[in-house]
């Protein structure tokens, strides 16, 4: 089988071809916003009801007095700070399992369709994949929280507080997990999309990791090419929302909906451009992918030209 000769432009195609794959990557990733957002609206709900102040601060957002506000927002902390606490952890917690079930469910239908003469991961592999990338994205975020917070302790615990000292123990340890979320993820994702069916959550991991080992920079320019394209849409949105900002003063609930317009759009074409390269990662692996054998078990072939080598 030949390689693509554009599998960016092939991934485009593959979407446009079939409009199913983009609607129904939009239904399942808004469908988690949706309870996402409603979850952590209905725990700040029962946050507030606790809080003696909510008057008190209701009364400065109305009369914009922000040094109010910052004295309210402190009270609220120190007096909720165990409630804050637990709420950091366990709503996070809740959101990154939702987010591993409709993404097992949403993944495992759009890859029937992108590639529907191989069939996909089980969705108990499927599951597996998502939840390892949503349980990490949960322990880098606890860990993000747990070092900055350490490092801000001890930046101001003098009497003066050192804001070198605080960037300087920071900015590496944000990077680090960082990185490591970014490469871990992206490795659990190419398992997600190149996994056959009858594979283990392992073994699909393997198998992508072999894979994109050997078009390591073919795998790289692709993915710098779409984020070049998320980069571009993210700054359209931007300036569009920069440039109309006056009218926050003259009708700002025109510029609300503007803004939620500008919002949704942005989204709808950042999910599009997702899926299209996810395609494009699969018109680049189609070199090496062949349909699983028959038996659950056995060995998947991963041709490499003359030579085929065994997972």
Do not use: H
Request: overall charge positive.
């Amino acid at each position: 089988m030949d390689r693509p000769p554009n599998p960016i432009s092939s991934g485009f195609r593959a979407v446009l071809r079939d409009p199913v794959i983009f609607l129904l990557e939009i239904l399942w990733r808004w469908s988690f916003a949706i309870v996402a957002l409603f979850l952590i609206f209905a725990t700040g709900l029962i946050l507030s009801g606790s809080v003696p102040e909510a008057d008190s601060f209701a009364a400065a957002w109305r009369t914009q007095d922000f040094q109010l506000l910052g004295f309210v927002a402190a009270n609220t902390v120190i007096l909720l700070w165990k409630k804050l606490i637990i709420a950091a952890v366990v709503v996070p917690f809740l959101i990154a399992i939702l987010w591993s079930i409709l993404a097992a469910l949403g993944r495992s239908l759009t890859l029937r369709r992108l590639r529907p003469a191989i069939a996909p991961l089980g969705f108990r592999s499927m599951l597996g994949l998502q939840l390892w990338r949503g349980l990490l994205a949960w322990f880098c975020m606890m860990a993000l929280l747990i070092a900055v917070g350490g490092e801000a302790y001890l930046a101001i615990r003098r009497s003066k507080p050192d804001l070198f000292l605080f960037y300087q123990l920071a900015l590496p340890s944000v990077l680090l997990i960082t990185i490591f979320w970014l490469v871990t993820n992206w490795f659990l994702t190419m398992a997600s999309i190149f996994g056959q069916s009858g594979q283990s959550s392992y073994r699909a991991f393997r198998q992508g990791r072999q894979i994109v080992r050997r078009q390591r920079a073919d795998f790289a320019g692709t993915g710098f090419i779409f984020l070049l394209f998320r980069i571009v849409l993210l700054l359209i949105a931007v300036s569009i929302c920069g440039l109309t900002s006056s009218m926050m003063a003259s009708s700002p609930q025109t510029y609300a909906v503007l803004v939620a317009v500008v919002a949704l759009v942005y989204f709808a074409v950042s999910d599009f451009l997702y899926i299209s390269r996810m395609a494009s990662y699969l018109a680049l692996a189609s070199v090496y992918i062949e349909p699983a054998e028959a038996k659950p078990n056995s060995p998947v072939p991963i041709t490499t030209g003359r030579k085929i080598s065994t997972l």
